[in-house]
Nanobody, 116 residues
Framework: QVQLVESGGGLVQAGGSLRLSCAAT????????MGWYRQAPGKQRELVAT???????DYADSVKGRFTISRENAKNTVSMQMNSLKLEDTAVYYC??????????WGKGTLVTVVS
């Protein structure tokens, strides 16, 4: 059973930076895709960024040019560097992973709060 453990959330001023990390533990399964979603208060969960094993990336338009996703396949870890943070980036960020067998896994989430 794959478990995703996030770290790196916190409180940051607008314009600042944070780095989120996520480690997949509990199995040596290969993961086709890893990524991040977020859910702001009162809003639906939305895609932030994803990355495949071949390092093909996809970003939400709202974070392009500010966020950078990366992964280490051998360690089954994914990270996301978030720069130029805005108030509207405040949300719970969830790590997600999809196996080659199309199983989807979710972390418990880490809170990012951006203040002025």
């Amino acid at each position: 059973q794959v478990q995703l453990v996030e770290s790196g959330g916190g409180l940051v001023q607008a314009g600042g930076s944070l780095r989120l990390s996520c480690a997949a533990t509990g199995s040596s399964i290969s993961l086709a895709m890893m990524g991040w979603y977020r859910q702001a208060p009162g809003k639906q969960r939305e895609l932030v960024a994803t990355i495949t094993g071949g390092r093909i990336t996809d970003y939400a338009d709202s974070v392009k040019g500010r966020f950078t996703i990366s992964r280490e396949n051998a360690k089954n870890t994914v990270s996301m560097q978030m720069n130029s943070l805005k108030l509207e980036d405040t949300a719970v960020y969830y790590c997600t992973a999809v196996s080659f067998g199309a199983m989807t896994y979710w972390g418990k989430g880490t809170l990012v709060t951006v203040v002025s």
